[in-house]
């Protein structure tokens, strides 16, 4: 049973920054394109970053320079460091796993930037 478990979200002040994380299991993770995407109340889903297998990496153009994703394959985990948070990154934040057309998500973690 594939599971992807994220955590690190929270209520945070304009300007300041968050570390999600993302534990994976079920999968061969080292094989996965790992992903974050992201809902916001009334919006669609959308891609905040990936990283392939290989480690290369794309991000969305409203966070480039202020989020960095990476990933430990000893570990399991996919992180998401955001920094510099704008009301506007708030939204249920969710994990993702891309292998040969499979897909698969995780419940999602609450970021919510407020003052």
Request: charged fraction near 15%; glycine fraction near 12%.
């Amino acid at each position: 049973q594939v599971q992807l478990v994220e955590s690190g979200g929270g209520l945070v002040q304009p300007g300041g920054s968050l570390r999600l994380s993302c534990v994976a299991s079920g999968i061969i993770f080292s094989i996965n394109r790992m992903g974050w995407y992201r809902q916001a109340p009334e919006n669609q889903r959308e891609l905040v970053a990936y990283i392939t297998s290989g480690g290369n990496t794309v991000y969305t153009d409203s966070v480039k320079g202020r989020f960095t994703i990476s990933r430990d394959n000893a570990k399991k985990t996919v992180y998401l460091q955001m920094n510099i948070l704008k009301p506007e990154d708030t939204a249920v934040y969710y994990c993702n796993s891309l292998s040969g057309g499979y897909r698969h998500w995780g419940q999602g973690t609450q970021v919510t930037v407020s003052s």
